[in-house]
């Protein structure tokens, strides 16, 4: 890498620290709420197996509570046993609940014959979401989101579907950095080192979707982070030009995602834009 990126932008320099102030993050954020519990949604996968993992350290893993949401269509019976293994390692409550009567009625609903493709997906995302928001309101819990900065900047998540969560411990750590924190935190190789998916149809996987590696999307945006010319990011990573104007573009045109709905401006103040409340004792 060169110069300006430095030896590895993506290194956990302190780890300790790292987990002791994402701990301390999620943990204030519970009391401050009145929470009583944290609602994950584990598939097996790398963020979601450190999301929990974070949150059952932070806590207490009797205080967390890690659902697993398999259907039909995408059952993975490896990376259900994945989440499981992860949450047997930190002792937290576990539930298996299989969705596909809820994903069956939904198509019959929709009359979606030819349910497929993004739009389907998008529905199958949101009806987890559903899912995770019953329990946490049955358990007086908050539900905590798994993505990572990669994902979040690029858009790559289904509103109001994966991206709907109260919190978010990962959201400002890029993917290879959360691998890297992985390492450190225990978790197993095989999860650590597997493709990412949302596994909302059979075969799918991100970095097929997003069209190049997460260590080469990350150092893209890297750059745009910083506010680097495509052309500088270009000659710094040595990754093509048209390739890096590809991925600026995808990150302009989803911060519609990253945004709360916008609103008319009619009054004085308007809530959640210019209405902001600071947090309360």
């Not at 949604?41 to 974070?54: F, K, P, W």
């Not at 047997?88 to 014959?113: C, E, G, N």
């Not at 049955?138 to 990572?148: F, K, M, N, P, S």
């Not at 990150?251 to 609103?263: N, Q």
Request: net charge positive; charged share 30%.
């Amino acid at each position: 890498m060169s110069s300006r990126f430095g030896e590895d932008p993506f290194a956990i320099r302190e780890p300790e620290e790292t987990v002791t102030r994402l701990e301390r993050f999620l943990t204030t954020h519970l009391e401050e709420t009145g929470a009583r519990c944290l609602v994950v949604g584990m598939s097996g996968g790398l963020d979601s197996s450190v999301t929990a993992a974070l949150c059952a350290l932070a806590i207490g893993g009797q205080r967390v509570l890690g659902i697993n949401l398999p259907e039909k269509e995408t059952r993975n019976n490896k990376a259900l046993e994945d989440a499981r293994l992860v949450a047997s390692k930190y002792r937290m409550r576990f539930k298996i609940i299989d969705i596909t009567p809820i994903v069956r009625a939904s198509q019959s609903t929709l009359d979606a014959k030819k349910a497929r493709g993004i739009p389907w997906g998008n529905v199958k995302a949101r009806l987890r979401a559903a899912v995770l928001y019953y329990f946490a309101n049955t358990e007086h819990g908050l539900v905590v989101g798994t993505g990572d900065k990669s994902e979040i900047m690029l858009g790559y998540f289904t509103k109001f579907g994966d991206g709907a969560c109260d919190i978010q411990p990962l959201a400002d750590l890029y993917k290879t950095s959360v691998r890297n924190l992985a390492r450190h935190l225990g978790i197993p190789e095989r999860i650590r080192v597997k493709a990412s998916s949302p596994e909302l149809w059979p075969g799918q996987t991100a970095e097929k979707e997003l069209g190049l590696s997460y260590e080469k999307l990350d150092r893209i945006l890297w750059g745009l982070e910083r506010w680097l010319t495509p052309e500088g990011i270009a000659e710094e990573t040595g990754l093509k030009l048209t390739l890096v104007r590809r991925v600026r573009e995808r990150w302009l045109k989803s911060e519609h995602k990253r945004r709360p709905p916008l609103a008319m401006k009619l009054g004085y103040r308007t809530p959640g834009d210019d209405l902001r409340l600071p947090r309360l004792e």
